[in-house]
């Protein structure tokens, strides 16, 4: 049996605190996310000299706990990332199993669409509908949905059309099978590791737009927080109260440090090809 490597195991580790922390985080502070006490604010983390045992990691420009502050933007980037993958996923990779069923013209147009959403900096695209039609959270999610979706359609439209061209498949169809029962219950399990190995790879991707796009300013909005926000709070205390910022910044690049990692892993065990290289 193969050794797990040790960096896997606290990449894994890492992903299910942050997952148990954003599930029940509230149990570990007694202070609301967005309760103030301007007597505390600016107060350092318990291990500094001046700090309040009531704020282990501190306090911020208007004496909010950053503990439950992090919890919060923990919860909120891990739910829009969360929501923006399975949107992504589900989206293109519909557009890959239509492009390779129907072939043809359809599946011409809709990878010409797929080469044109590829070829434009997705950043801009978002932030130009941002200013157009305003920011809410459905559209802001809408969008982090769409990041990637290309990735999803070519995936599937190659693995599909491998995979509906070996024996099984047909003499499957020769057998009278429908379509639906050809995709649905021998393709799609046979697609499903690339599929998964794709969304941990693209994971990451997506916190890490959230975090930018909250951090300019242009992402979740107050009274609601993420973690790109609360870092952008803290970028004018960073000579002064630098825990603003840093403890934000150290959860995201944890998260998505783990996440590559566990999808590289992942990437190694289900890809075929790369299996049978190692054998």
Do not use: C
């Amino acid at each position: 049996m193969k050794r797990v490597s040790p960096i896997l195991v606290l990449a894994i580790v890492i992903l299910a605190a942050a997952v148990f922390v954003a599930i029940v985080g509230n149990v570990f502070t007694s202070h609301g996310m967005s309760q103030q006490n301007l007597l505390a604010r600016l107060k350092p983390p318990a291990f500094m000299t001046g700090s309040n045992p009531s704020f282990p990691l501190g306090t911020d420009r208007i004496g909010r706990d950053m503990v439950a502050r992090v919890i919060a933007g923990l919860q909120m980037s891990l739910s829009v990332a969360i929501a923006g993958t399975i949107i992504g996923a589900v989206f293109g990779s519909a557009i890959g199993f239509i492009a390779a069923h129907f072939r043809g013209w359809v599946e011409e147009g809709l990878m010409m669409l797929v080469d044109f959403q590829a070829s434009l900096p997705f950043i801009l695209i978002t932030l130009t509908l941002l200013a157009f039609f305003g920011n809410s959270m459905t559209l802001f999610i809408i969008l982090m949905g769409l990041f990637g979706w290309e990735k999803y359609a070519r995936l599937s439209r190659g693995v599909v059309l491998s995979a509906i061209n070996q024996p099984y498949a047909k003499a499957i169809v020769a057998l009278g099978a429908g379509n639906g029962r050809l995709y649905l219950k021998h393709v799609l399990p046979n697609v499903a590791s690339a599929l998964i190995v794709q969304v941990t790879l693209t994971f990451p991707q997506i916190i890490l737009l959230e975090t930018s796009l909250s951090f300019l300013g242009l992402g979740i909005q107050a009274p609601q927080t993420s973690l790109g926000q609360i870092l952008g709070d803290g970028r004018d205390y960073l000579s002064t109260a630098w825990w603003i910022s840093v403890w934000p910044g150290l959860v995201i690049f944890l998260v998505t440090l783990s996440m590559s990692i566990v999808g590289d892993w992942l990437r190694d065990r289900l890809d075929p090809m790369l299996r049978a290289r190692t054998t």
